[in-house]
C-alpha cells in the first residue's frame, strides 16, 4: 500500500513511514505569527484581503511608502496557494506568444512579456532586500514535450521570442535531453535559463516579516465577509465587515486568488478555482537525484492536463499536477497521491521503490482567457488569474498594484486588458463544470 513502506532497495536500509497528508514545505519553516490578541483598527489607508504573495508583497510596498495598512487574512499568513506551490519562480505566460499577440497586438504583448522577466527580477530583489531564506536561485526552467508536434513547435517559438523579445531560450533535442534530465520518455525540451527556484513557504514566510517590519499589520483568523462604500468624515471609502468586527478603509486590495469568495462577488465569477496537487519523496540519494535532475532545473511538460516537477533543496523529487479538478479536501488529496506517484513512475521509472512521504494539494485561479489581470473592480483594487504562474507573477502584481494605489502611473501591460467572464454569463461562482473541463483537457492532450 503507498506510503506504508518496509522495502530495502540499495545499500541504506529505508524506515517504516507512513505517506503524510501535509504539506511537505511547512515542515522547512516557521511561519510568523503576529499578535492574535491586537484588536483592529477602526481606520486604515489600505486593507488588503489575503496574505500570500499578492497581498503581503502589495503591503510591504505600501507600508514602506508610509501608508497604515492591515492585512485581513481568514487563515493565516500564507495559507493559500502561497505555502503550497512547487516553487517554481517562471518566466512566460500560459498562453503561447502567438496567440498573445493575435489578442493584444505586437507592442503589448512585448511589454507583457518583458514584464514576466522583470517578474523574476522583482523576486530576487526582495529576497535579496529582505535576506529571506528561501533558497532562491536561478537554476532555469526546463519544458519537455511530450509528443514530437510539441516539439517541433518548440523551435518555431523559440524564434518568436527572440525576434520579438529579444529573450533567448534553447531549444534541446531528443538525443542531447540526457543532459537536462534522467528520462527517456521526451521528444526534446526547450530552456529558460532566466527562471528560478525557491522554497515558497519560506519565501512567504519572509515577505510577511517583511511587510511587518515595513509597518504593516497582518491580522490571521480574521476573514472579510461583506465590503460596502461608505463615507467617514467626508472621505470616501469603505465599511469592512469581518468575522472580528468592522473597520474602515480608504482603499481595499483584494488578493485571494483561487480562494477567492462571497466578499468579492464580481470578482468569483471571473474565476475559476482548480485544484493542483503535489507529492514528494524521501530524500534521494545524491547520485539518484543529479541523475533525475542534471541541472536541478523546474521542469514540466507540453500537455495542458501537466505534470510539474523539480528536486528539494534536500533532495527530494516534489511532483504536482492537476491530479483531480476539484479543488484540495480529503478525497482529492487522497486520491491525488497515487495518481501522482503513478505520473512520477512513468517519468522517472528509477523511482519505481521510493517512498512517497508527503501529499497535499491547493486552489489555483483561472481566469476564463487563462490570463493574469488586474485593475479595479467596483472600485476595489485586485490582481488575479495567476493559473499556477503566480510564485513571481503575484509578486510583482502585489508591487505593481500597490504603487498604483500610492498614486504612480507604474509600467503594467496587465492592467486595463479586457477581463471576459464566463461564456452566456452561466457561472455564479460555484465551478459546477469542472468535471467536463477535466475530461476536456485530458480529450484536447489526446488529440493535440
Ligand atoms: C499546488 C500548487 C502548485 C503551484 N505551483 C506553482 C509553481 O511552481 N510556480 C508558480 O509560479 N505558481 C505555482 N502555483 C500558483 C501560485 O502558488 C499562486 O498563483 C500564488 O501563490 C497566488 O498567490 P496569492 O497571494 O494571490 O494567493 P494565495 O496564496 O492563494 O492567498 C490568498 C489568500 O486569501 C485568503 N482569503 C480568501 N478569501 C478571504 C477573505 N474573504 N477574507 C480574508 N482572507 C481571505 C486565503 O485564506 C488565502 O490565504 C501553484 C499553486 C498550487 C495550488
Request: glycine share 10%; proline share 5%; net charge positive.
Amino acid at each position: 500500500m503507498l506510503g506504508r513502506c518496509d522495502r530495502r532497495s540499495g545499500p541504506w536500509t529505508k524506515p517504516i513511514m507512513t505517506l503524510r497528508e501535509e504539506n511537505y514545505w511547512l515542515t522547512t519553516v516557521q511561519m510568523p505569527s503576529p499578535d492574535a490578541a491586537r484588536p483592529l483598527p477602526s481606520r486604515v489607508d489600505v486593507a488588503v484581503i489575503g496574505a500570500g504573495f499578492t497581498g503581503l508583497s502589495a503591503a510591504r510596498t505600501l507600508a514602506k511608502r508610509g501608508a497604515k495598512v492591515a492585512v485581513l487574512e481568514s487563515e493565516t499568513i500564507g495559507w493559500g496557494a502561497s505555502s503550497r506551490n512547487g516553487g517554481m519562480v517562471l518566466t512566460g505566460m500560459k498562453l503561447g506568444v502567438n496567440k498573445l499577440i493575435s489578442l493584444y497586438g505586437r507592442e503589448r504583448t512585448q511589454r507583457m512579456y518583458a514584464a514576466t522577466l522583470a517578474t523574476i527580477d522583482c523576486v530576487e530583489r526582495i529576497v535579496r532586500e529582505e535576506s529571506i531564506d528561501c533558497d532562491f536561485s536561478r537554476c532555469g526552467h526546463l519544458e519537455v514535450a511530450c509528443k514530437q508536434k510539441h516539439f517541433d513547435d518548440y523551435a518555431r517559438q523559440a524564434d518568436v521570442i527572440a525576434r520579438e523579445f529579444n529573450h533567448h531560450l534553447r531549444v534541446v533535442q531528443r538525443n542531447e535531453l540526457s543532459s537536462e534530465i534522467g528520462s527517456s520518455i521526451y521528444y526534446g525540451g526547450m530552456v529558460d535559463e532566466v527562471s528560478a527556484g525557491a522554497n515558497p513557504a519560506r519565501y512567504v514566510a519572509g515577505l510577511g516579516l517583511a511587510a511587518m517590519k515595513a509597518g504593516a499589520e497582518v491580522f490571521e483568523r480574521t476573514c472579510v465577509q461583506k465590503i460596502e462604500r461608505a463615507a467617514q468624515n467626508g472621505n470616501q471609502g469603505w465599511r469592512i465587515a469581518t468575522s472580528r468586527g468592522p473597520l474602515w478603509a480608504s482603499e481595499v486590495f483584494v488578493g485571494t486568488s483561487g480562494y477567492t469568495g462571497s466578499a468579492t462577488p464580481a470578482l468569483q465569477k471571473k474565476l475559476i478555482p482548480i485544484g493542483s496537487f503535489i507529492i514528494t519523496t524521501e530524500v534521494l540519494p545524491g547520485a539518484v537525484a543529479h541523475e533525475l535532475s542534471p541541472r536541478n532545473r523546474m521542469i514540466y511538460d507540453s500537455k495542458n492536463y501537466l505534470y510539474y516537477y523539480r528536486l528539494t533543496p534536500d533532495r527530494r523529487m516534489l511532483f504536482g499536477g492537476r491530479a483531480a479538478f476539484f479543488p484540495e479536501n480529503d478525497q482529492t488529496v487522497r486520491r491525488s497521491a497515487e495518481i501522482l506517484r503513478l505520473g512520477m513512475i512513468d517519468v522517472y521509472p528509477q523511482l519505481r521503490d521510493t517512498k512517497i512521504e508527503y501529499v497535499w494539494g491547493g486552489t489555483l485561479d483561472f481566469a476564463f482567457d487563462i490570463m493574469p489581470h488586474a485593475g479595479q473592480m467596483d472600485g476595489l483594487y485586485y490582481a488575479v488569474g495567476y493559473a499556477g504562474h503566480g510564485v513571481a507573477m503575484a509578486t510583482y502584481q502585489g508591487q505593481k498594484m500597490a504603487e498604483l494605489i500610492a498614486g504612480d502611473k507604474p509600467e503594467n501591460p496587465f492592467v486595463g486588458i479586457p477581463f471576459p467572464g464566463a461564456p452566456l454569463g452561466l457561472y455564479n461562482g460555484k465551478p459546477w463544470f469542472l468535471p467536463f473541463a477535466g475530461m476536456w483537457y485530458k480529450f484536447l492532450d489526446w488529440v493535440s
